[in-house]
């Protein structure tokens, strides 16, 4: 009996690790991935004064951060394939939208970047690069509300609209969408003050209190319609220690934030900022945990009726592990270049 509840452990804390890869991988979009989708919203309210400055700042690295989301939908495929197959059948058209403007913002920022300045094209591609920079996060929001909402439906019967668009075309969803794009917006706006001149960083400045204020506003109304969709949700939240633990440490590192931002201090600023996001993301996860996806007819897929077998996960925690011994130093390579480059052309 004590070798089998010894398997049994072993099992489970393979599951866990690899959940916990899961999540990082999900804070690293957000916080690298995410900023560059946010520099996008910047350069909106910026217009043509930050486009220099955002586009020196994300060329080099912008789709490398993209590896992020790939490990995530790379795990979901292969250690919990329940939970690819529902989010992928239901959400598609979200999904669908997720990957156009993925392919549409990084080709009109290409485009952009290596074509001559005064290229009548550029004008165009800025516009589509904006565009589908705020397309993109809103949609990544819309699905993540989805995941939380329990709409998708225990089967294909039914109508279109029911079965396809009402588990995310719905206030909660939306507001999500919206708060999740304005996070993108101000990580990326905290980036950029590090990034920016003497010129532009009064710019990028106004841009981040604008951004911050509207976040937390957003943040209100996302709560507002937690209780109108899913009151159970809002009770999980206001329940849970970590999760209440999360929301003050990211109040608190809020006055913290300004004063490092007045003072230019672009690396204490970034560290704070990558705080106070991952307290946000792991307040929402405290409460998901451990269901993955909630399904209308209350058989939630959690991680353990979900997951692939045993034999299985281990693979995927080895493959996992040698992926990250790779990964790591090469982008801990890909910074330290391109921070060299950049203090080089400086001086």
């Known amino acids: 009996m004590q070798p089998c509840k010894k398997v049994h452990q072993t099992a489970a804390a393979m599951t866990e690790i690899i959940i916990g890869i899961l999540g990082i991988a999900i804070l690293l979009y957000v916080l690298l991935g995410g900023a560059d989708f946010g520099a996008g919203m910047v350069e909106w309210i910026t217009g043509k004064k930050g486009i220099k400055t955002i586009s020196q700042a994300i060329a080099p690295v912008w789709e490398a951060n993209h590896i992020w989301i790939i490990l995530a939908v790379v795990i979901l495929f292969n250690g919990f394939p ?29 485009f952009r970047y290596y074509d001559a300045p005064q290229a009548t094209g550029n004008r165009y591609y800025s516009v589509l690069f904006r565009f589908s920079s705020l397309l993109t996060p809103f949609f990544l929001g819309i699905v993540l509300g989805a995941i939380m ?9 039914g109508t279109f609209y029911h079965v396809f668009m009402a588990p995310w075309l719905n206030w909660f969803s939306f507001s999500t969408g919206i708060f999740l794009t304005l996070l993108f917006g ?31 506003v957003s943040g209100a109304i996302v709560f507002v319609t937690a ?11 206001l329940h849970s220690y970590v999760s209440m633990a999360c929301l003050i440490i990211a109040t608190l590192l809020i006055p913290l934030i300004w004063t490092r931002i007045k003072r230019e201090n672009a ?33 939630h897929l959690i991680v353990w009726n979900s997951q692939v077998s045993e034999k299985t996960m281990y693979y995927l925690l080895i493959a996992l592990i040698a992926g990250i011994v790779i990964i790591l130093p090469s982008f801990a390579y890909l910074f330290k270049v391109f921070k060299f480059k950049k203090v080089t052309s400086d001086e």
Not at 86 to 107: K, Q, W
Not at 149 to 157: A, H, N, V
Not at 267 to 277: E, K
């Open 82 to 110: 329940l939970v690819y197959t529902r989010l992928t059948t239901y959400l598609h058209i979200p999904l669908l939208i997720i990957l156009i403007g993925i392919i549409i913002r990084g080709s009109a920022f290409t």
């Open 149 to 157: 909402l329990g709409k998708i439906p225990d089967s294909t019967e």
């Open 186 to 216: 101000w990580i990326a706006s905290v980036y950029l003050i590090g990034e920016a001149t003497e010129e532009t960083y009064p710019l990028f400045l106004r841009t981040a209190i604008v951004l911050f204020s509207l976040l937390i």
């Open 227 to 237: 209780h109108y969709y899913r009151p159970d949700f809002l009770q999980k939240f």
């Open 267 to 299: 690396v204490w600023t970034r560290i704070l900022v990558g705080m106070q996001t991952a307290c946000i993301l792991t307040g929402w996860f405290a409460v998901q945990f451990p269901v993955m996806v909630y399904i209308a007819g209350g058989q």
